[in-house]
């Protein structure tokens, strides 16, 4: 087991080494020229251009300032940001808790919506629920989520005005930012201030919804298939005839026998959810006006903020791989013929 | 003296209305307390379906119809699934042919035992445990007390076929079917969990329906003996009967091919051809196109299954004539 | 196949119905039993119907304005009129003229991304799989690494090294989807090359290349056409998310997302602006995904148990 984990971290270093040369590349490649981008384009100084120049390192060839960067990122300077001149990684951490908050949400969402959905179609196979289950996930699978979102806002807030249209809160409420979700800190608010901050939960509540649901659908549009096929693969099993040639309920065999072993290709499903919900958290971010890292990132690339897009890819490109060596090693403490291998 | 097990004219229908097909085609079976009963045939005969149409195992896939499913004076097939399930697993038990995929790999050998004395018999967990120690014991699984604990890919597969009988056998059944239980095993381990099944068999004088396409083993140890072919039963009888006179030329050919009548000879006996699949049925006898004495009649008319006593063969051409039959 | 008539004890032939289907025709069936793949198809032919005849079938021109018409409701709507059946858009221009003319974007968009990749995703999984320890590593570690980004984002910041335009958004959707093809192929090859006929081509003689081509990779065709199916449907949605964050095609083009970035402000007043283009996205990607489950259910037996 533990040399197992070993393995998959020896793999981990290259790969990162990989990122870090595809983002720096990435950035090196785009035309124009950063320098003049940032002193404004105008009758520059050519002084002042090669000052610049020597501070951003950009008169050094190019594998020095590959090897300055990597450097850097060892120590864990992750550049600060063109336009607002923090640092890169200040502004992540700032910012990723509202995505983590809001991907949670949507993956529970997802998950516990998602599985519900394919157990359900796998038991009552060829049925209506069925063809329903199977049509609902794959219109989710098959929506553009930025028009979807768009189309539950103009239903649910507009039209109906149930729910808010974006941010995370309402103004009104006054919620100081001790963890970053909103939800533990609307909490707080409520304890600290419970006259003028009553409600401030429920708000954040109802900010989380519509968005949850948005990022929430190709979670749940992916699990409930997956969760359906892999019942139905395992009902196929022999050891589930043999559950049944022991003359147990219908419902031992499905809750004891079944579901245990289908939901080992589940989790794994479930992990790998990641790469969508940061990919979805881009669009979802634009369209709720949620300060999330999606959000940060998109406006960076608009900003020509290099040292935003470039880290900014770096840290999520490293997060998906740590969180994807996560679901491996749950995957083998999971599967007892992988965690018992002799 | 009254049949622990009488089946009559079983079939199950794959396909679909237009296209039907007959996996199991009017198959008449008797079991009588502790009696061991042969199931011989080819792959495509349908033994087994017609056993997993019996216990309810098919689930759905396919239309089973039958005259009569009497169990122990029950008719099966009015029973409810509740009152059925009552019977399954714990008077009627099936083992099947890999043990290696019969387990649920996820859950401990002890606790799989375990859970077939907790639901049929109720049994509370210290009881349970002792229990599955003494069935481990007594299907000659060495420590058992360590093994309970044991995954079943951490056993070998004579060990789960074990484990497997033992489960079967947890709730004393009248009736023990076996489906092909040693097929998948080493030719050593064949030998020890036939024997186990044997002993078992007498010691708790439970009826045994062995499932197999080795004609060896039927002729050595029981008493009367099914011979299916293409879903259908060929013929029937007591085992010295069948396999020192048999009727069928389908039962001729299969004991001719067996290594050790063919001794002396330069070439194995074999019959050419194969069994009929979903697509290509022959309008008469199902064996005709293989049969080395088929007639005219053959091709054209399917025989019926004619009964004299303890015997019954379906065949217009039978090797020994009906006169001696009768006797 | 067989089935021997027998010896001199019969005269007559033996009658035996043989009826095997063959692979053409349990194919057709079985996708055309398929009620969703069907209609998933139908749909598709009359989308690609409109792009290609759009230009004759098109009520108006894409890119006019009509000053007089701006945000103009749908026919069946007060205030709206026949001449633009599903209304106008906040610069005048009708909508179902500029969804008809947005199929021929994103439909040739799609494929030509989709075939922009799949030669060098077949040729490269064809070489991880020959070569396991040397290509093969060395592909499967920049697969890892391309995969490691969201799809959308790793095409975004494509876009931004490339800047906004339809041949960009097609290379960088391609290359966005050559991981995938890359290990699909690979994948496929590799479990064929462990299969007993590789083997015994191998052992009477046959080179590299003719492995490769024809042992191998005919067999790895199933599973690479229903990837491609859901490639091309993927690669719609991702041209439509680029179009609708101002990276992909840029207005006043009519691209289904494109046209969706400037309706954001009209959800209150006009819905039919956010709406149409949406919904055709929806309904293309739907039908193209249906005939990629289709066909693959047709395609592999041993997936149909399971799906």
Redesign the interface.
Known sequence: MFSFILRRLAILIPTFFGITILTFLLIHLIPGDPVMTMLGERNIDPEMYKSMMARLGLDQPLHMQYLHYLGGLLQGDFGKSFSSQSSVWGEFAALFPATLELGICALLFGTVFGILLGVLAAIKRGSILDHGVMGLSLTGYSMPIFWWGLMLIMLFSSTLGWTPVSGRISLTYDVQPYTGFMLIDSVIAQIQDPEYNSGAFLDAVMHLILPSIVLGTIPLAVISRMTRSSMLEVMG???V??????????R?VIFV?TL??AM?SVVTVIGLQISTLIGGAVLTETIFSWPGIGKWLVDAIFRRDYPVVQNGLLIVAILIILVNLTVDVVYGIVN??IR?AR | MMSLLSIQNLCVRFGTLEKPFLAVDGVDLNVDQGELLGIVGESGSGKSVSMMAM???L?GQGTVTADQMLFDGKELSSLG??EK??????DI??I?Q?PM???????TVGFQIE??LK??LGMDRKVRRQRAIKLMREVEIPDPERRLSA?P??LSGGMSQRV?IA?AIACEPRLLIADEPTTALDVTIQAQIMDLLLRLQKERGMALMMITHDLAVVSEVAQRVVVMYAGQVAETGLVQDVFFHPAHPYTRALIESIPESCRGARRLSTL???V?GQ??????CLL?????????R???ERPELIRYTSRAVRCHTPLIPLQELKS | ???????K????A???????PSPLREFLSSFSNNKGALAGFCFLVLMVLAAVLAPWLAPHDPLMQFRDHMLQPPTWQDGGSVSYLLGTDEAGRDILSRLMHGARLSLVIGFSAVIITLLPGILLGLAAAFFPNTAGRLLMRLADIMMSLPSVLLAIAIMAVLGPGITNAMIAIAVVGLPGYMRIVRASAMSELNKDYVMASRVSGAGVLRLMFIAVLPNCMAPLIVQATLGFSSAILDIAALGFLGLGVQPPAPEWGTMLATARDYITSAWWVVTFPGLTILLTVLAINLVGDGLRDALDPKLKRAA
């Open positions: 099993e022999d050891y005839r043999t559950a049944k040639a022991k003359g147990l309920s219908p031992r026998h245990r072993n080992i007892p013929r018992h | 216990m309810g195992l689930d699934p509740r399930r009552r019977i399954i697993g714990k038990a099936m099947f890999d995929t019969a387990l649920n790999p996820s859950y859970e077939v639901v049929h995954y890919h951490q497997a489960m050419p051809g194969i009929p697509y290509d049925r022959p309008s008469g005709s196109p293989r049969c080395p004495i088929a007639q005219e053959c091709v054209v | 196949m067989m089935n021997q008539v027998l010896s004890n019969v005269s007559a033996s009658v035996v119905e043989m009826s095997y």
